[in-house]
């Protein structure tokens, strides 16, 4: 099974900054990875497919990099929307996801 | 707009079962692979099962060990999940999930396994 690996657990930031989430697979998943965003009591939400492909209406804040094992979702500048939890996902062997990054108002 | 309503759940007994349905909507059904995901509480996701657009390549979680069955129904636009000899640790929400990527998501029925 490839593990997903997330960092930070927590990321503590203000509106306006920079976000950086990590993602890292035991092994490589080619580009066939995805990020999604889930905030309380909601369903996930599909924000970047095929490692930096954005979905359908997700703004152009959220770009996704990386191939291989090492992956990255970068938000631009964080609007007040944007604190939630993030999960990356491959589908190169069956599907798994990552634990997760708590993005919280710092 | 594509609408998913999850339905089916509640509280069963270990070993019980329980059927999971999915009505789909807004969107050409017949031509989408699906998915069932759960996050039980608390926790992150776990991808539970996915079936092909025509149901002839099925899927499912090495760790259910053969204890549930995914189905579909093209004329109904409907997806289904029969859970059988549940145990305390598939207590979770259930979501069904459309597409390679789980491009949209129906909001989820609760399954909980309690004695």
């Known amino acids: 099974e490839i593990v997903l690996t997330q960092s930070p657990d927590t990321l503590s930031l203000s509106p306006g900054e920079r976000a950086t989430l990590s993602c890292r697979a035991s092994q490589s998943v080619s580009s066939y990875l995805a990020w999604y965003q889930q905030k309380p009591g909601q369903a996930p939400r599909l924000l970047i497919y095929?490692?930096?492909n954005r979905a359908t209406g997700i703004p152009a804040r959220f770009s996704g990099s990386g191939s291989g094992t090492d992956f990255t979702l970068t938000i631009s500048s964080l609007e007040p929307e944007d604190f939630a939890v993030y999960y990356c996902?491959?589908?190169?062997?069956?599907?798994?996801f990552g634990q997760g990054t708590k993005l919280e108002l710092k | 707009e594509v609408h998913l309503v999850e339905s089916g759940g509640g509280l069963v007994k270990p070993g019980g079962s329980l059927r999971l349905s999915c009505a789909a909507s807004?969107?050409?059904?017949?031509?989408?692979?699906m998915n069932w995901v759960r996050q039980a509480p608390g926790k992150g996701l776990e991808w539970v099962s996915s079936?092909?657009?025509?149901?002839?390549?099925?899927y499912y979680a090495d760790s259910l060990k053969g204890r549930f069955t995914i189905s579909r129904d093209n004329a109904k636009n409907s997806l289904y999940l029969q859970m059988n000899n549940l145990r305390a640790e598939d207590t979770a929400l259930y979501y069904c999930?459309?597409?390679?990527?789980?491009?949209?998501w129906g909001q989820g029925t609760l399954v909980t396994v309690s004695s």
């Open positions: 999930a459309t597409g390679h990527w789980g491009e949209d």
């Open positions: 095929d490692a930096s």
């Open positions: 807004g969107f050409i059904f017949s031509s989408y692979n």
């Open positions: 996902q491959q589908r190169s062997d069956w599907r798994t």
């Open positions: 079936i092909s657009s025509s149901g002839s390549f099925i």
